[in-house]
């Protein structure tokens, strides 16, 4: 694993604890470090299509990032997606992150035909390699599909002593008359974090903290209710870019009383109470506690090299923490395409992971038309069409 040293200046300047960089550099300057860095080689004549929201682009640094890739030979194309995209190739590679589409296209028709039109370009251009697939990034945005995935981890990786914590899925208000029942039966203990459905968005941030059975009468479906893990006010966001992942500390929620007691439902906003320069008074400690062991290096490779297979995603992140009781690596989130704020060397890793799976897919050779691997929609693409 590679640990974060400090964040690289020329993506969005967000600070890791404890650390800081001054953001007075040049473009030029700050892409010099990057040329410097990249082992990626030369691509000249790629083409590499990005279809990103605003917030997303200008988080990513998208134009710094054109420029970087021009300096390689390869050019960056913004897709405009109520455009045609047969006009706007062709690609070798896109890049996305269409969540925005993905969950509007449940109610919004023209959002389906949006999502609609870039699946049939997909289709009718199997050489296009997406990264990542449409279906991987579906099911991340549903919290009921991503905790299963997250729950059966300690299976897979029971030799690493990697958990995530019991959780609870309510579907309904239905659901509510039994749900102290179903707690107890399901393994759950006060506190409990409760967390939207949907993993996008600004409203998956606000999530509560429950201390006991008459704060149940806060929250409201669909949500996933999940034991609470006293961690020591410490998160670790693991980011992965292909076959390369980076750790950066970050502040989380302080510790609280096991068990239920007669507290008020705290409601918080989870990007406020673990962005680098957050003072939140929930992330203070109340007490004096030693410092917790890092993740082992060889675990979190473990989770990441599992998640990948797990996930078929190149381009994800995993909050991780280590429960103070029993120094446990626990998983208690995945996130699609994060802004891998406080990662060194970004860029070249990013245009290191396209130049290779572009090289795979040229040794592979082109998938048949009607082949598997011509659809990268319905799952079962091969590794060079998923950007694996």
Not at 201 to 230: K, T, W, Y
Request: aromatic residues 6%; negative net charge.
């Amino acid at each position: 694993m590679e640990r974060s040293e400090a964040p690289t200046p020329d993506i969005p300047l967000s600070l890791s604890r404890a650390r800081a960089v001054s953001p007075s550099l040049s473009l030029s300057d700050r892409l010099r470090g990057h040329l410097a860095a990249s082992h990626s080689g030369q691509m000249s004549g790629r083409r590499v299509g990005f279809c990103l929201s605003d917030k997303k682009r200008r988080r990513m640094n998208l134009d710094a990032f054109a420029v970087f890739c021009e300096g390689h030979g390869v050019e960056v194309v913004e897709i405009d997606l109520t455009q045609p995209l047969v006009h706007q190739g062709p690609f070798d590679i896109i890049v996305h992150k269409l969540s925005d589409v993905i969950v509007d296209a449940e109610h919004d028709s023209q959002s389906q035909q949006v999502l609609a039109n870039f699946q049939s370009y997909v289709s009718a251009h199997p050489s296009t390699v997406l990264l990542d697939p449409l279906p991987a990034m579906t099911q991340l945005l549903d919290r009921f599909a991503s905790y299963q995935i997250m729950s059966e981890l300690h299976k897979s990786l029971r030799d690493w002593s990697i958990c995530s914590p019991p959780y609870l899925e309510i579907h309904s208000a239905g659901d509510l008359p039994s749900i102290q029942q179903t707690l107890m039966t399901q393994g759950l203990s006060f506190p409990l974090i409760c967390k939207t459905r949907v993993a996008h968005g600004s409203l998956s941030h606000e999530m509560s903290l429950i201390f006991s059975a008459g704060g149940l009468a806060d929250i409201r479906p669909p949500c996933v209710l999940q034991s609470f893990v006293n961690h020591g006010a410490v998160l670790h966001k693991v980011f992965v870019v292909g076959d390369r992942h980076f750790c950066v500390e970050r502040p989380s929620l302080k510790n609280f009383p096991s068990g239920p007691c007669e507290r008020k439902t705290i409601f918080f906003n989870s990007h406020q109470v673990s962005k680098p320069e957050s003072n939140s008074d929930l992330t203070a400690l109340d007490e004096q506690m030693p410092c917790l062991p890092p993740p082992s290096s060889e675990a979190v490779a473990a989770l990441v090299r599992e998640l990948r297979v797990q996930l078929g995603m190149a381009l994800f992140g995993v909050d991780v923490i280590v429960s103070i009781h029993t120094h446990t690596l626990t998983v208690i989130d995945i996130n699609i395409f994060p802004g891998y704020e406080g990662v060194p060397q970004f860029f070249s890793s990013l245009l290191s992971h396209i130049k290779s799976v572009l090289d795979k897919q040229a040794s592979a050779g082109p998938p048949a038309a009607d082949s598997p691997e011509s659809s990268q929609t319905t799952g079962g693409p091969s590794a060079a069409t998923t950007g694996l």
